[in-house]
């Protein structure tokens, strides 16, 4: 990728040694982590013991949310739109308490590790879990991972000039290497350190970036005027270039904008994007199994809040920024010219997702830009590795034991070790790709793909967890009626293309004139309509089969008939003689080698003396919902407070 001449280069001796502190810190925090708990049972390897207490939980849930892609794409649409962006980060902090205090009461005493292992106890059969496993898998592959990489990448290229795949493939590996061995634990702890190196970075920059453009009145003043100043050399023949393309909005400092001619119309910014958060921050597994992990419903519910608190600060950390950037660079950030924007940054539609990686080359000093560095590294880690432990989970406990019903806990774990280098391998595969789909609305274009796909799964989960009367063939057809909409929208759109100001899309206005964020509102009621209908025309589940499943039965101490319980006793049969038949085949092999020893033990393999039929237990057991009268009020309290702060920021930036 070419670049502008006048690019800073991360090579001095200060930058440097601050990154390599960074990754002693990180690396070092990771093995601690992993004398912490048991790695060698599907509970502590996956759900880290269960022993997480609020402060790691809540930290964990932004690392694991705030990625490079935000970085890049939140600064980026910022700079080409302003801070209606916000928005989505803003959307959060209800949603968080939704999650809290509503979801994660019925995944917890429906004593489940993954989201599709809920759906399979709630409704039962194996096609609506199978469903959900594959089209997560997707998402976490072809959306999340690309576009962290991206982001990732654009980063590296502008501050230190390394080639694409070098970079890339040494960041996953390391990533790999303590998600392989550290497991949940190690992620938690990983985050947590990584989180305050983030929010620190992001403020030492969001300071110079201010003092830079001389203050938050300068920025309302000198925004609107961001003009570049190359754009009068485009051809009028060639080029369908109207003041629009160029010109910053008139509406650049509104969170609520007209719902017909607004980017991020005010509907869709109030619903849609509560659809899609709902999906995200309540059913998607990288959330909620951090949640699984707390030690109790107490822990989870002042973690949403420390996360909810923290996701005030992307406006103020990464938004301002942007649009700060497009003030500083018009010409680069806000290019308007194809042939200038491909010098500038690679692609032609536009430069807007330098912003933030140009500021840090540009503004900071010496070692603090190794800081900076060090903060899109921890982002970019984090995010990644979130996915690679969640998709881990999801494959093995979803896809594995259907495929191998008899496998014990340590292939299990095993197996999931294994997937996750096969991700890495898929995403050092998929970097050509990621490179050509460069665009100049990154976080967009992970928005619009996941109101496209994700308001079925909130609809059924939502429907699922407060309507006892939804049964498994309403929310079978509901899952694929929306995929099929949301399919009918998604491959035109892919196909004709979103288009840019320069080169309009000529995709029909009526598959594609509706507001990608509308789209989703009206594919969430569709699917809920659908899943409702037929739900009540065929046999509803009985109450026996309901406990502890659904929110109003989430106190119930009856003995609740699993409607997957007959697979759940084959896979146990299974279990119990592969085990009888491994201690026939070892019986003569009962010492290893020191160093296999070692490997195990830095794998978390375990202690193999102790029995494995036993093991299971340990995941069994369900853990207790109630709480201490004193901590539920304090909890309860802050969280009115939250969302206090919340309504008046809102109404501040209407």
Not at 224 to 246: G, H, K, V
Not at 447 to 475: C, D, H, M, T, W
Not at 507 to 522: E, K, T
Not at 557 to 571: C, G, N, P, S, V
Request: net charge neutral.
């Amino acid at each position: 990728m070419e670049t502008s001449s006048d690019k800073v280069i991360i090579n001095n001796p200060a930058d440097i040694i601050i990154i390599v502190v960074y990754f002693i810190v990180v690396i070092g925090v990771g093995i601690w982590s992993m004398t912490r708990t048991n790695r060698g049972t599907v509970g502590g390897y996956f759900l880290a013991g269960r022993t997480m207490t609020w402060w790691p939980v809540g930290a964990s849930l932004f690392a694991s949310n705030i990625g490079s892609g935000h970085f890049v794409g939140l600064a980026g649409t910022g700079a080409a739109s302003g801070i209606a962006v916000g928005g989505f980060e803003w959307n959060a902090l209800f949603i968080v308490l939704l999650l809290g205090w509503l979801f994660v009461p019925v995944y917890l005493t429906a004593g489940v590790i993954t989201m599709p292992q809920y759906l399979k106890k709630r409704f039962g059969g194996t096609r609506i879990s199978l469903y959900l496993s594959i089209i997560s898998l997707f998402l976490y592959i072809f959306t999340k991972i690309s576009v962290d990489m991206f982001s990732g990448a654009v980063f590296i290229q502008q501050a230190l000039g390394w080639n694409i795949y070098v970079a890339v493939i040494a960041l996953l590996l390391i990533t790999a290497l303590y998600t392989v061995t550290g497991g949940l634990a190690a992620l938690m702890f990983t985050d947590t350190v990584q989180t305050f190196v983030i929010i620190a970075g992001a403020f030492v920059l969001t300071g110079f970036s201010f003092a830079e453009v001389g203050g938050y009145n300068a920025l309302l003043e000198k925004y609107s005027s961001a003009l570049p100043t190359n754009f009068t050399s485009l051809d009028p023949e060639r080029y369908n270039i109207t003041p629009q393309c160029y010109t910053p909005r008139q509406d650049a400092f509104s969170l609520l904008r007209d719902p017909t001619t607004g980017d991020l119309p005010w509907p869709g910014v109030l619903f849609g994007i509560a659809i899609v958060g709902g999906w995200y921050w309540c059913t998607d597994q990288v959330i909620v199994q951090r949640c699984l992990a707390a030690r109790s419903l107490t822990h989870v519910k002042a973690g949403c809040i420390m996360c909810g608190y923290l996701k005030l600060l992307p406006m103020f950390l990464m938004v301002f920024p942007g649009m700060i950037s497009r003030v500083l660079y018009p010409d680069e950030v806000g290019c308007v010219v194809p042939e200038e924007c491909k010098r500038v940054c690679g692609t032609e539609v536009g430069c807007s997702n330098i912003a933030y990686p140009k500021l840090v080359v540009s503004i900071m000093p010496n070692g603090l830009r190794g800081l900076m560095l060090a903060v899109m590294l921890a982002a970019l880690m984090s995010s990644l590795a979130s996915i690679f432990n969640s998709s881990s989970t999801l494959f093995t406990m979803d896809i594995w034991t259907r495929i191998r019903p008899q496998a014990n806990e340590r292939e299990l774990i095993i197996v999931g070790r294994v997937w996750v280098l096969c991700i890495v391998a898929i995403s050092i595969c998929w970097i050509p790709v990621v490179q050509a789909a460069q665009s100049g609305q990154l976080f967009d274009y992970i928005q619009s793909v996941s109101s496209y796909l994700a308001p079925p799964i909130a609809s059924v989960f939502l429907l699922a967890v407060f309507v006892k009367r939804v049964n498994e063939k309403g929310a079978f057809w509901g899952l694929i009626g929306g995929l099929m909409m949301g399919l009918c929208r998604m491959l035109p759109e892919f196909w004709f293309g979103t288009g840019s100001c320069i080169f309009p899309s000529n995709c029909p206005f009526l598959v594609c004139g509706i507001h990608y964020l509308h789209f989703g509102i009206i594919l969430f009621f569709c699917t809920s309509v659908l899943v409702l209908l037929v739900s009540h025309c065929t046999e509803p589940i009985e109450d026996q089969h309901l406990h502890r499943l659904v929110f109003s039965l989430r106190h119930s101490k009856e003995e609740r008939k699993d409607l997957d319980w007959e697979q759940e006793e084959k896979a146990r049969n299974a279990q119990r003689e592969a085990a009888e038949r491994k201690k026939k085949n070892n019986s003569n092999d009962q010492e290893k080698s020191g160093i296999c020893h070692q490997i195990g033990r830095f794998c978390g393999g375990g202690n193999s003396q102790a029995p494995e039929e036993e093991e299971p237990e340990q995941t069994e057991q369900l853990p207790d919902i109630s709480e201490e009268p004193l901590w539920k009020y304090i909890v309860d309290a802050n969280a009115l407070i939250m969302m206090a702060v919340a309504v008046f920021m809102w109404g501040y930036y209407a």
